[in-house]
């Protein structure tokens, strides 16, 4: 098991210019999440995917846009970066099994931007 | 919203010392969750807690839930240089079809070897 992937580990954009990160997890788990970490602000969570097919607004969600593509993945947009979006992302998974009522959240090793 | 107050923010300590972090909420959670971040790496889950003044422990790592359910504190006994990183708590109130977790900001911990 990889357990959770993203791609790229790392991406330098100018200002306007787009792109989007994607993440997959290999656990067949029904949640997927989407956190930006900034110094001293810890993790903030921009989107998540409670489950395929499905998605909804986190902490920070201005200026962001997700894909739940199938249950494997989950694809995070920026559609006009912006400097402020300088930050090292991180997408997680989660089982969220209807029969449990905790969940603990996986992470990969995420993505560091910079936008110029 | 809810917040997490985690404290300290950072640490020097020598090897073999023992550390002690914890996080304070203004609201109840359902669940406490300690993780550990490596430079350039992603979280890595250390402890969950699931139930008020539920004490567990892994391996020199030891954690306790709260019994107000707004706190939670880890623990390290006779640290080591690997223990170097960044320990982050984390609160998940569940229920209905809420999952979110809320994240404290992190001590930063160094060990002198």
């Known amino acids: 098991n990889a357990g959770v992937t993203q791609t790229p580990k790392f991406q330098v954009l100018k200002t306007g210019q787009s792109m989007t990160l994607q993440c997959a997890q290999d656990?067949?788990?029904?949640?997927m999440y989407w956190y930006r970490q900034d110094p001293g602000m810890g993790l903030r969570l921009i989107y998540y995917?409670?489950?395929?097919?499905?998605?909804d607004k986190g902490e920070v969600p201005n200026g962001y846009n997700v894909s739940r593509l199938n249950k494997r993945e989950f694809s995070l947009r920026l559609e006009s970066a912006a400097p402020s979006q300088t930050s090292v992302y991180f997408c997680?998974?989660?089982?969220?099994?209807?029969?449990?009522?905790?969940?603990?959240?996986?992470f990969g090793p995420g993505t560091r931007l910079t936008v110029l | 919203g809810q917040q997490l107050n985690q404290s300290p923010q950072s640490m020097f300590i020598q090897e073999g010392e023992d550390v002690s972090m914890n996080c304070t909420s203004s609201?109840?959670?359902?669940?406490w969750l300690w993780y550990k971040q490596d430079p350039g790496e992603g979280p890595v889950l250390l402890i969950a807690?699931?139930?008020?003044?539920e004490l567990t422990s892994n391996g020199r790592l030891t954690a306790q839930f709260g019994t107000t359910r707004k706190d939670s504190f880890l623990n390290i006994s006779a640290s080591i240089p690997s223990d170097v990183g960044i320990y982050f708590c984390?609160?998940?109130?569940?229920?209905?079809?809420?999952?979110?977790?809320?994240f404290g900001k992190g001590t930063l911990l160094t060990v002198n070897p």
């Open positions: 995917s409670a489950s395929e097919g499905t998605t």
């Open positions: 656990m067949n788990h029904n949640s």
């Open positions: 609201s109840i959670f359902n669940t």
């Open positions: 984390a609160g998940q109130l569940s229920g209905g079809s809420n999952y979110k977790l809320t």
């Open positions: 997680a998974s989660s089982p969220r099994a209807r029969e449990i009522t905790t969940d603990t959240q996986y």
């Open positions: 807690l699931y139930k008020a003044g």
